[in-house]
Structure formats: structure tokens, C-alpha cells
């Protein structure tokens, strides 16, 4: 199959839940053989790389601003994509997902397949303008492509409610890359299991807020030792007034680790090594730090939202969303019962092993793209006997 991605900012991935999506799930697509390329924008993945793991990169412009990046890409997707005669085109996220009606309406023989993962306007990031036009985007990835995928049971059930559509589950994979001997993380001065790591792009939805107030908290009253860090792993995403907000709010705390972006071998060594990992999030799709932390083995410290609570199950510590005491009582107990979270962490790591997979979610895509054309491809001919007759 001829195989196309549109809405990711690019590969191989620096940052991004998306782009960490269709990189794995487009590299063992072209591993088995399938002619598969990815749209990426020129501020994301370098100009000079045109394939990466037998992956074709094509390169188009954008305008690179917070509101106008990725509609400005996609829509460039888009009209090239009409010519180039792929199979399949499959968009991602609601944003982009706006414009799939373009391959719907100029190239209907091409399969159109959309993937729902966030509800992204309920990101705090975005204006009321910007909110409604993914509520829009919502709509439109669950009533213009051939096939819509959520990424949850969760959007699905949304999905059903909302639209009256019924997309196909398919579950994100977690990414485990166990390399390098554990040296690195001595470059923020830190030690194995003596920090809780969060990694996720630092925007406000993410209440990384509440788990730096909850931390301090418990280091005040000494009921986390003074010796125990925090590190958050991540940037701004045109975001730099909360990052700046963060910064303020965690003083001049040398216990409180700001490492920016991190990926591969570095970003590796701090799951390693890390004591548990928390989510403090106010709003997910599903998310891919969480998986991850959880597939190196890591215990999740997560709020209770539903997107938190479908994957972590029973096998992490639950507290309740915006609530920095709860959260703060969860980091404590954790502390003082290092055993139990062992244990928690083991569990995820079999959780995650069993049913989040990249090569299942490969497959399935593929699976998928299959049926597709072949419902495209007998409802040509049923329309073909139909002229006849």
C-alpha cells in the first residue's frame, strides 16, 4: 500500500504524543514492505533528512505561529496529497482532521482514514476561537473520513454519545528504549530512585502546577526527605508565560529540576532510574509519557480523570484532579512505602506489555486500511454494474 500521514509535525519525534504515534506505527509499516511517507513541517524536522527508517519525509512550509502552524501545513498536505495517488491518507487529531474533506471531495478513490487522540479543545492553551474551531474539528473527524480510530475506549464512548459514530479502538503502544549504563542523569545531579519524573509539554492543562505546590508542600513539612528531587521533563508550546509561571512558583528550590526536552538516550536514563512517575494532567487522549513511564516499569502517580484512571487501573496511586493536598498525601505515602510502589510498578510495566503495543497497533492500523479498500473497492463495482444496467 501506498500510505500517507498528515498532522503530525514530523519524525523522528523530539516532542509530541502525535508525532511519537505516527513515528512507530509508520516505521514498521515501512519495515513490512508498505510505501509509506509522512508530511513534516520545516520547524520540526530538518530539511536535509528526506527518510528516516525507510520512511519518506516530504517537506512543505508553514506559516510557524501557535494559531497558524499546523492548519497552514495540513492544508498544504492536503492539496499535495491529491495528486500523488496514495491508497490511504490518514489524518491526525481533530485540528487537522478539519480539512480531510479536501481528500473526501478530490480524491474520493483514496481510503480516508482519521485518528480521534485528544479531545484538544479542552487544552488550556487555546483561546475561545481556537476552541471552537476543534470542537469543529471534532465533528468533522467523526463524520467525513471513511474510518475514524480513537485511541481510547474513553473517545469512543465520546464519540457514540456526541456524533452517533462508532470508531475503531485502536490503543497507543508504549515506547521503551533501554540503552546507555544510567551516567547520564548525573548531569542534572541526580540519583536512582531519589526523584519523581513528569514528562509531558508544559502547558497549563497539564498541571504540572498543582505537583510542584504538592511537592514543596511535603518537602515543608518534611515528610518527603530534603534530599528527594523533582524533575519535569518538557518545554513551552508557545506557552512561555506558564513556563515562566512554573519557574516562579518553584523558586529558587534546588530539589525541583526544569531539564527542557529531552529524547533518546537521555530521556531513557530518566524513566530508568526515576522512583515513580506522576501525571498530574487535567485533560488526556491517551497519553504517551504515561505508557511509557509505565512500560520502563515506573509506578504512575496520576489524577483521576478518565483518560488517567482507564490505563493506570490498579496498578498506581489515584488522586483526585486539581487536588493539590490529595496529590500531595499520594507522593508522601509513596515515599514511605518504596516496596509497594516496586511492586505497582512491576504490574504496569505487565499492564502495558499485554495490552499496549506498537506492533499490535501497526497491524490493526494496516488491518483496517485493508478492509477499507476492500469496501471501496466492491462498492466501485457495485456502482459500475449499476451504470451498466
Not at 516562579?248 to 531539564?259: A, E, V, Y
Not at 485533560?283 to 496520576?302: D, F, K
Amino acid at each position: 500500500m501506498k500510505i500517507a500521514f498528515i498532522g503530525q509535525k514530523g519524525i523522528p519525534v523530539s516532542s509530541g504524543g502525535v508525532e511519537r504515534r505516527v513515528q512507530e506505527v509508520a516505521t514498521r509499516m515501512a519495515k513490512m514492505g508498505h510505501e509509506v511517507f509522512v508530511y513534516a513541517r520545516n520547524d520540526y524536522t530538518p530539511e536535509k533528512l528526506s527518510e528516516y527508517q525507510g520512511v519518506k519525509i516530504i517537506h512543505l512550509p508553514s506559516i510557524a505561529t501557535k494559531h497558524l502552524g499546523t492548519i497552514t501545513h495540513t492544508f498544504l498536505a492536503s492539496v499535495h496529497a491529491i495528486f500523488k495517488r496514495y491508497d490511504i491518507v490518514h489524518y491526525q487529531a481533530p485540528g487537522p482532521s478539519s480539512l480531510c474533506w479536501i481528500i473526501k471531495i478530490f480524491s474520493p478513490s483514496t481510503g480516508l482514514v482519521a485518528t480521534f487522540n485528544s479531545r484538544d479543545e479542552k487544552h488550556q492553551k487555546w483561546g475561545k476561537v481556537a476552541q471552537a474551531y476543534l470542537k469543529f474539528g471534532e465533528f468533522v473527524i467523526n463524520k467525513v473520513p471513511d474510518k475514524t480510530i480513537a485511541v481510547s475506549t474513553f473517545l469512543r464512548e465520546y464519540s457514540k454519545r456526541n456524533f452517533g459514530n462508532n470508531p475503531v479502538v485502536i490503543r497507543n503502544g508504549s515506547a521503551v528504549n533501554l540503552i546507555g549504563k544510567g551516567n547520564e542523569i548525573k548531569k542534572w545531579d541526580l540519583k536512582k530512585d531519589n526523584y519523581f519524573l513528569s514528562v509531558s509539554r508544559l502547558v497549563k492543562h497539564k498541571g504540572i502546577h498543582y505537583l510542584i505546590e504538592a511537592f514543596k508542600n511535603a518537602q515543608r513539612t518534611g515528610e518527603i526527605p530534603e534530599n528527594f528531587k523533582l524533575v519535569i521533563v518538557g518545554d513551552s508550546a508557545h506557552t512561555d508565560d506558564y513556563v515562566s509561571y512554573l519557574k516562579k512558583i518553584s523558586g529558587r528550590d534546588k530539589n525541583i529540576i526544569f531539564t527542557g526536552s529531552q529524547w533518546g538516550e537521555d530521556l531513557s536514563q530518566l524513566f530508568t532510574n526515576a522512583f515513580a512517575f506522576v501525571q498530574p494532567s487535567e485533560a488526556e487522549g491517551l497519553s504517551n509519557a504515561l505508557l511509557e513511564a509505565m512500560g520502563y516499569g515506573l509506578a504512575p502517580i496520576s489524577s483521576d480523570i478518565p483518560e488517567n484512571t482507564i490505563v493506570v487501573g490498579q496498578n498506581g496511586l489515584i488522586f483526585e484532579n486539581k487536588n493539590i493536598k490529595d496529590l500531595e498525601n499520594n507522593l508522601v505515602f509513596a515515599v514511605k512505602n518504596p516496596e509497594c510502589i516496586k511492586r505497582l510498578g512491576r504490574e504496569a510495566k505487565s499492564n502495558v506489555e499485554r495490552n499496549y503495543n506498537w506492533d499490535e497497533n501497526a497491524l490493526e492500523t494496516l488491518q483496517l486500511y485493508g478492509e477499507l479498500l476492500m469496501e471501496k473497492h466492491q462498492n466501485f463495482l457495485g456502482f459500475q454494474q449499476r451504470k451498466l444496467s
